[in-house]
């Protein structure tokens, strides 16, 4: 960011003075060059403070130039767009000629006397220090300019939005439609010329960005677009030459007005899709599968992927804990999907990408009183046309899951998911009855000890020794138990089939 004359003059550390020249002491300085060249202006580009000690003005015998020569000198600076003329004073010349004071005042070109004990070096590096800061103050009110700009834009709307910005950017901010013509802006009073400018140059950049910088305004304007659909232009017109922070900021609320114009339209196409599923089924039909799982894409992760979370045992409660669920998804801006279902169970559609901490915070939305008492559990990672099997899936994953505990993944399922489904219970109740019920009534009969042997056997994978030892019993009396439990049964231990049957129908009996 540049540095102006004014400001380097007042450097208390520089000791610098005008000699003469323009009053414009606001011009600002690029860079800071030193050079003794009798016609340095090839050299340079403009915008640069030019330090020198005179020697450029000395002819092979060492004559100074005249008035003549020092006009030339200074208008070939001033014809390049340099901004000031620093001389150094001590060392070439005592003091600063009397001809170069004259040319520069009437080249209003700003001549600024440096002391002998002021180094050039000093000048330059006061100069990139003061950019520095500048450009360093420049982003960081960029930065907080982009929060005011975004709570203009939710809280206020576009005009809101725009008022932040010609603020942040210290101009005016307009709002055009496709023809040009200004819709609204901020300050109110943009005068027509301004206006016109602006919508002259939209009209010429229908599609793209542009820039001007004129005489007395600089323009930059923008197409507000969201994949494809043109919602008008931005613009903002200043007194100053657009700063890099300023394209920042456009840029930004660019893209708050294409999402805040973008959004009826996005709500209508989703409000069709929802009035289809509804109106096809009030006429009775079945809904178009994928037609349905458009209506939830917003709520899968980057790869179109989800995790069902389901919360089982919630009774009369499931309807409030659905609403709490899924206000705590609005809270974190993300579609809420939960849902209550009839057997007192709360459905609830996650991201794929989804891990035990989001789970967590969700659940945090629940009292301790209701979740004391629920049994959670949470499917893998499915497309959107898997979500009925993950369902499926996340039921049973949390039939295995403590109550009030952590949520339950697959791997928690393992060796327990036959015994947490319905119909796996179910199955198991009558294998139970059917095989176990009578070796119980046995060993209530006799004093014996049949069950419990034949669940250590089985657990222990048929390992005589582990098993008698776990029991404690010698192993020949484990094996006479054992072959008792096959009579009484009518069993044949020495099939695989009949051995995990067995275990299963202990099993549902913990």
């Not at 208390?12 to 606001?26: F, I, Q």
């Not at 899951?401 to 697959?410: I, K, W």
Request: with cysteine.
């Amino acid at each position: 960011m540049p540095v102006t004359v004014r400001w380097l003059l007042r450097h208390p550390e520089l000791h610098l003075a005008a000699a003469g020249g323009s009053d414009d002491l606001s011009r600002e300085i690029d860079f800071v060059v030193t050079t003794e060249l009798a016609d340095p202006a090839q050299w340079l580009s403009g915008g640069e403070l030019v330090l020198t000690t005179g020697i450029g003005l000395l002819d092979r015998t060492g004559a100074v130039a005249d008035r003549v020569g020092c006009d030339r000198y200074v208008q070939r600076l001033v014809e390049r767009g340099i901004v000031a003329l620093g001389f150094g004073v001590g060392l070439t010349f005592d003091d600063i000629p009397q001809d170069l004071v004259d040319a520069a005042a009437a080249a209003r070109l700003p001549l600024i006397v440096v002391p002998r004990p002021t180094p050039f070096v000093a000048i330059a590096r006061a100069v990139a220090d003061r950019s520095a800061e500048l450009q360093y103050r420049a982003q960081e009110l960029a930065a907080r300019a982009q929060p005011r700009m975004t709570r203009a834009a939710v809280s206020g709307g576009a005009v809101a939005l725009l008022k932040e910005l010609a603020t942040a950017c210290d101009g005016a901010a307009l709002l055009l439609d496709d023809d040009g013509r200004v819709t609204q802006s901020a300050p109110a009073g943009v005068s027509p010329a301004v206006m016109r400018a602006v919508g002259e140059q939209v009209r010429g950049h229908r599609t793209s960005s542009a820039v001007t910088i004129g005489a007395e305004t600089a323009i930059v304007t923008q197409p507000i677009r969201v994949a494809g659909r043109t919602y008008g232009h931005l613009a903002v017109a200043s007194r100053h030459e657009p700063r890099p922070t300023d394209h920042v900021l456009i840029g930004h609320a660019n893209s708050l007005l294409a999402l805040d114009f973008d959004k009826p339209h996005r709500l209508d196409a989703l409000a069709v899709r929802v009035n289809i599923a509804v109106f096809t089924l009030l006429l009775g039909d079945e809904p178009d599968g994928a037609h349905i799982q458009t209506l939830a894409v917003d709520a899968a992760d980057g790869h179109g992927r989800v995790r069902v979370l389901v919360c089982r045992d919630l009774g009369a409660n499931a309807g409030r804990v659905a609403g709490l669920l899924g206000a705590r998804l609005t809270e974190l801006r993300r579609p809420a999907f939960a849902v209550a279902r009839p057997d007192g169970e709360v459905a609830v559609l996650l991201r794929g990408t989804d891990g035990e901490e989001a789970i967590a915070g969700l659940l945090g939305a629940l009292p301790r009183s209701a979740r004391r008492h629920v049994r959670a559990g949470v499917s893998s990672s499915v497309p959107l046309t898997a979500v009925a099997d993950a369902y499926r899936d996340a039921i049973t994953i949390a039939g295995t899951a403590l109550r009030g505990g952590p949520v339950a993944d697959r791997t928690s399922a393992a060796g327990v998911s036959l015994v947490a489904t319905t119909d796996g219970r179910a199955a198991l109740d009558v294998l139970s009855r059917l095989l176990i019920d009578p070796l119980v009534a046995y060993d209530d009969a006799h004093g014996t000890a049949l069950t419990e042997s034949l669940r250590s056997y089985l657990e222990n994978h048929g390992q005589w020794e582990t098993a008698a030892t776990d029991l404690g019993v010698h192993r020949h009396t484990l094996r006479a138990r054992i072959a008792k439990v096959e009579t009484e049964l009518g069993v044949d231990l020495g099939s695989a089939r009949v051995r995990a049957e067995l275990l299963l129908a202990l099993l549902i009996r913990t």
